[in-house]
């Protein structure tokens, strides 16, 4: 039996291999009966073919009407003065939290049973990317500067953001990863508000801290000790791709980028331009991200359906795209999982 569609829901196709994983998704989704009601919007370079804007007003206010968006990957713009679309999304909505699941579900790789999830800083640290040049002798651009801000009320919210996670879905530990014994101040306000924040928890959530280049060898040593890690905007840039690395790579890769007015969900990759158009593409990455979506507004039931059916299909089932190691279409994976699933 289908559930009545009753969240109005925006979705953005995107661009490249976008349109062709997101049928993929809305197929598996409807099998399934979720509840979303699409509003149809468009962004990246289908943004500026039909109205040149990667970014367009009708698109900004369909998600403020929403507060929740399923995006396919945008292609960025080359030149033309676009601003970055990811920049103008997390800044319209305040998108302050970046969360990463980290789960194989591919059993025989290099890692088994992984399972953390991690928390970026979306909006501040180096990513304010206030930079410029500074003259040294006779070369204007002799040295090139950087400044990066944390203010303590983000880091707050951050990491409370985290807990409150790890409360809800009866995770054990929170990591805060920093580098406060070289970035004093910059990385030092994240780590003594993230101790505030975890006294308030205390008995209920564990908590450690690491320095992130500790971190990084750890979570390639031994990825099996982390529950959720949070933080700042640079490294979990970083580390949350490495984390991707353990389970697959970015064709299983899934993000939410969540604040206050609004939550956008996608896939980590990009817009794959070398296999666009091929019927190739692994959906997913875009499928998880959905899955993250159903989790959001509380149906779980549902997460918990097409999780099942994702792992089913492509270990007992074997059906594989090709990045993973198999040589099936991405219509062969669609078929195959609503199958599964119906
Ligand atoms: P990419 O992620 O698009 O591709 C990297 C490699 O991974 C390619 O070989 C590609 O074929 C493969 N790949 C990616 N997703 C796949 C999938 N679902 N199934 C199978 N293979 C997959 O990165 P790129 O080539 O650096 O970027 C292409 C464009 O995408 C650029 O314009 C970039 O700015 C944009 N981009 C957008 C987002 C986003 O919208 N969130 C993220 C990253 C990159």
Not at 38 to 53: E, F, P
Not at 107 to 116: L, N, S, T, V
Not at 232 to 258: H, K, Q, W, Y
Not at 287 to 301: I, N
Request: glycine letters at 10%.
């Amino acid at each position: 039996t289908k559930d009545s569609k009753t969240i109005p829901a925006t979705l953005i196709p995107g661009d490249g291999i976008g349109p062709e994983i997101m049928d993929s998704v809305v197929e598996i989704l409807d099998t399934v009966g979720a509840p979303f009601v699409w509003d149809k919007q468009l962004a990246g370079m289908a943004g500026v073919d039909a109205v040149n804007d990667p970014l367009p007003k009708q698109t900004i206010e369909s998600i403020r009407r929403t507060s929740l968006a399923l995006k396919g990957p945008l292609t960025t713009p080359v030149g033309g003065g676009f601003k970055s679309i990811n920049v103008t999304m997390r800044q319209e909505f305040g998108l302050f939290a970046n969360m990463r699941p980290t789960k194989t579900i591919i059993p025989g790789g290099r890692y088994e049973d992984i399972d953390f999830v991690m928390f970026r800083e979306n909006l501040e640290g180096y990513y304010a990317a206030m930079e410029h040049y500074v003259p040294v002798g006779d070369d204007p651009k002799g040295i090139a500067l950087s400044t990066g801000y944390n203010s303590r009320a983000e880091c707050r919210r951050i990491v409370k953001f985290a807990f409150d996670y790890a409360v809800a879905n009866n995770r054990k530990t929170v990591t805060l990863v920093h580098k406060a014994n070289i970035l004093k101040l910059l990385t030092g306000i994240f780590l003594e508000e993230g101790r505030k924040v975890a006294e308030e928890y205390k008995g209920r959530v564990e908590f450690n801290d690491r320095i992130v280049d500790a971190c990084a060898m750890q979570l390639v040593t031994n990825p099996w000790q982390f529950d959720v890690i949070v933080t700042t905007n640079l490294f979990g840039d970083i580390l949350s791709d490495l984390a991707s690395g353990l389970v697959g790579g970015l064709g299983m890769a899934p993000g939410a980028n969540i604040g206050e007015k609004a939550a956008v969900f996608e896939a980590v990759h990009g817009s794959a331009p070398d296999i666009a158009g091929k019927g190739l593409a692994n959906p997913l990455a875009l499928l998880m991200a959905a899955v993250m979506m159903l989790q959001h507004v509380g149906r779980q039931d549902l997460a918990d359906r097409i999780n099942h059916g994702i792992k089913k299909t492509i270990t007992e089932g074997g059906i594989r795209t090709k990045d993973l190691g198999g040589n099936a279409t991405t219509k062969d994976l669609t078929a195959a999982l609503k199958q599964q699933l119906s």
